[in-house]
Every structure is written in structure tokens, then in C-alpha cells.
């Protein structure tokens, strides 16, 4: 079959939409998906920074969401006409996927970001036959279509909106999963939340919808609006250094909040979360791999409290003297802790229930604006870009 996709050829280049090749059905426990939405994570655009460890040329992508078309063999669990949301990819038979810590997989860097499952791989080319990288994230889903692993499906209630669920998959499943599953967030806890991008606003809404009093910390006033919009706490972080929050420009469009010349002093961030947390805050998260905001975030966690991680570090990080004083700790949190199969569903059933509303982080884009959904994706334009496939199969 022949079918559209984006194909990134250089580290450097844009991405080209072209007819790519997949020579051969669904192996066993495989399904083929025609994908109605992906998102962008930004996981896919740092493979242009991978230093060449994810392989070229490649269809990215790895927040999709589909309809079944084909299964392979009998034991896929699933139908053709099931919708599906598509999550990371993980061998299923390691320690970890076994105790139900698939995020935490033996093969989770091979099989998700340095090539990928090679089963089969060869059935997948350019139009002119040449070899495109193994499944990205067990998907490659910037496409009409997609060959996933059933493991990697999850199936949804087919009256939903399919189109926008892909991102349930990675980036809201890994900041909402690091309130539900990682910090076990109570009524009552507190959350301080450093960048409110897609990751850090799925954590707003996820403490929120668990009862807790969430502070949100961005240096966009719009960002902070939207935050406030989901529930939290806003607090300008007007000190943090030119690399820290994301270095975005400010997203038009957003209600405003006053200028950074209005806002109470804020050179003490740390101690401010702590005012507004009676004392400091139980859990932190941090999603800007910052190494100032990082230690910030320890000194306002209360004693015993937790911080989480959810960016790849790429220096050392230096721990400032008594951040880690009295029980407080430290972790990295890959995927939201999540076995995707449950945490999906909860996360739908909130956003059923209006209590995460994560459709107001998305625009969508047509399969042929992905350069043009990059572009606002980096210029914080968009907090969720959501591309659109618009061809058919041949």
C-alpha cells in the first residue's frame, strides 16, 4: 500500500510530505491504523538535536490516534473499526513490563528512540524504494497510516472525537500521569508546576482534578493566563534565565495577565511557592530540565517532599547545599510512571466529566503544514499541535 507521510531526511532540513511504501500486512500481534490525528510532541523535535543517534530519514511522530484497519493473528485483542489512541512502545516480557512499569521497559531506549523494533522493517520505504528508520516510538504516526504493535493500542469509545486523543498517548499522559501515578496526589496535597507547556499544564489539570492546590510556574504572562484557566495558581517567573522555561516568545492570542512591572517582587521564586503552598509545596515538577530551576523547585518543596523530572538532562546537575535536607528527594519520571491501557481511559472519563479539559490546548494542522506546526510549536504559538492526515490509502 502507498500512502502519505512526513519523512524528515536531514537534522537539519524540513520535513518533506511524500508517498512512502509499506510492502506487507500486519505480522502477529500487529495492527494497522489509519491515523485521524497526531500530535507533536516535542520529543519528535529533538531527534534534530540527537547528535545523529536516531536514524535518518524517518516518519516521526508518536501521539496517534486512529481507526483499525487490518490485525495480524489472533491474539491482537483488537477489531477492525476499533478507534485507538497509541502510546510508547515496550517489549512486554522484561521484569518491568511484567510488575506493570512498561515506561521503565529493558528496551525502552532501543525499541522507542534509536531504531526501533527491526522485525519487519524492510517493508517500510520511500517511494523509490529506499529504506526509511524502523517504527518511531512503535508508530511513526506523522502518516495516513501506521503499523503499531497491538501492545502499543489502546481502544476508546468510538463516539469520541479520535482525531484529538493522540496526545493522551505521550505528553498529557506523562505530565497527568506524574500527578496520578508518581506523586499519588491527594485532596489537599500541593503541586508547584515549573513550565506550563502541554507536559506541565497536564499536570495543572490533573492536580486540580485530584483536589490539590496547584501553583503554575511560566515567565509568559499568557501561558500563566491559561494556566489560571485550568485552576492553578499563577506565578510569574520573571528571574529565570534566558535558557529556563523554554525561552519562548509570549503566545498571542491569550488573555493577558498585568505586566511583569505590576507583579509583586519575585526574586525570591522558592520562597513564593512556599507562601503559597502554607509552607512549601508536598510535590514539584519540573518539565525544563533547568539546572536553577531545578534547585529552586527543591528549596520549595516542603520536608519530605518530591520532585519529579520529566526533561533529559544534557550536563551535570549541580545540587545547591541543603536543597535535599530533611527527607526531601529527587526522581526522573519517564512517561507519567503510566501503563497507557488504564491511565487513557481515566484521563478521557475526566475530560467527560469537564474536569480535564485538555482539547483547549490543541490546534490542528493539516498533514502538509507540519513545517508550518513546527514553526508555532517552537515560537510558542501552540501549546499542542495536532496534525490532521487528509489523503486516503491507494
Not at 491511565?343 to 483547549?360: T, V, Y
Request: with cysteine; aromatic share 6%; proline share 7%.
Amino acid at each position: 500500500m502507498r500512502f502519505g507521510a512526513a519523512v524528515l531526511r536531514s537534522y537539519e532540513g524540513p520535513f518533506t510530505v511524500e508517498e512512502v511504501i509499506l510492502s506487507a500486512g500486519p505480522a502477529d500481534g500487529e495492527v494497522l491504523v489509519r491515523i485521524a490525528g497526531c500530535g507533536m510532541c516535542r520529543t519528535d523535535l529533538a531527534v534534530r538535536r540527537s547528535a545523529g543517534r536516531s536514524p535518518l530519514p524517518a516518519v516521526l511522530g508518536h501521539e496517534g490516534a486512529g481507526v483499525v484497519v487490518e490485525t495480524g493473528g489472533p491474539d491482537t485483542g483488537l477489531s477492525v473499526g476499533d478507534h485507538v489512541v497509541l502510546s510508547f512502545d515496550s517489549c512486554g516480557h522484561c521484569r518491568n513490563c511484567r510488575g506493570a512499569a512498561p515506561a521503565y521497559c529493558d528496551s525502552f531506549a532501543s525499541l522507542n528512540l534509536f531504531g526501533g523494533r527491526e522485525e519487519h522493517a524492510a517493508r517500510f520505504t520511500d517511494a523509490a524504494g529506499g529504506a526509511l528508520a524502523p517504527r518511531w516510538f512503535g508508530q511513526s504516526s506523522f502518516a495516513e497510516y501506521a503499523m503499531v504493535p497491538a501492545r502499543n493500542a489502546v481502544r476508546v469509545d468510538p463516539s469520541l472525537p479520535v482525531e484529538l486523543l493522540g496526545p493522551l498517548g505521550c505528553g498529557f499522559l506523562t505530565g497527568a500521569g506524574a500527578v496520578f501515578n508518581s506523586f499519588g496526589v491527594r485532596p489537599g496535597d500541593s503541586v508547584a508546576v515549573f513550565g506550563a507547556g502541554a507536559v506541565g499544564l497536564a499536570a495543572v489539570m490533573a492536580a486540580t482534578a485530584a483536589g490539590a492546590v496547584a501553583v503554575a510556574v511560566d515567565r509568559h504572562p499568557g501561558r500563566l493566563a491559561l494556566a489560571e484557566r485550568l485552576g492553578a495558581i499563577p506565578l510569574h517567573a520573571a528571574t529565570a534565565g534566558p535558557r529556563d522555561l523554554a525561552d519562548l516568545p509570549e503566545p498571542p492570542g491569550l488573555p493577558g495577565l498585568p505586566d511583569v512591572s505590576d507583579l509583586a517582587d519575585v526574586s525570591d521564586l522558592a520562597g513564593r511557592v512556599r507562601r503559597l503552598t502554607d509552607g512549601g509545596a508536598q510535590y514539584a515538577l519540573d518539565t525544563t530540565g533547568s539546572a536553577h530551576l531545578i534547585n529552586t523547585a527543591l528549596r520549595a518543596l516542603r520536608p519530605t517532599g518530591h520532585l519529579g523530572l520529566v526533561a533529559r538532562l544534557h550536563t551535570a546537575l549541580p545540587l545547591e547545599p541543603g536543597t535535599l535536607d530533611r527527607g526531601r528527594r529527587i526522581s526522573h519520571i519517564c512517561e507519567g510512571d503510566a501503563v497507557p491501557g488504564l491511565l487513557i481511559p481515566r484521563l478521557i472519563g475526566l475530560w467527560q466529566a469537564g474536569r480535564f479539559p485538555f482539547d483547549q490546548l490543541i490546534r490542528t494542522y493539516p498533514l502538509a503544514a507540519i513545517n508550518e506546526a513546527e514553526r508555532d510549536c517552537d515560537a510558542g504559538r501552540v501549546v499542542k499541535p495536532v496534525l490532521v492526515p487528509e489523503g486516503r490509502c491507494r
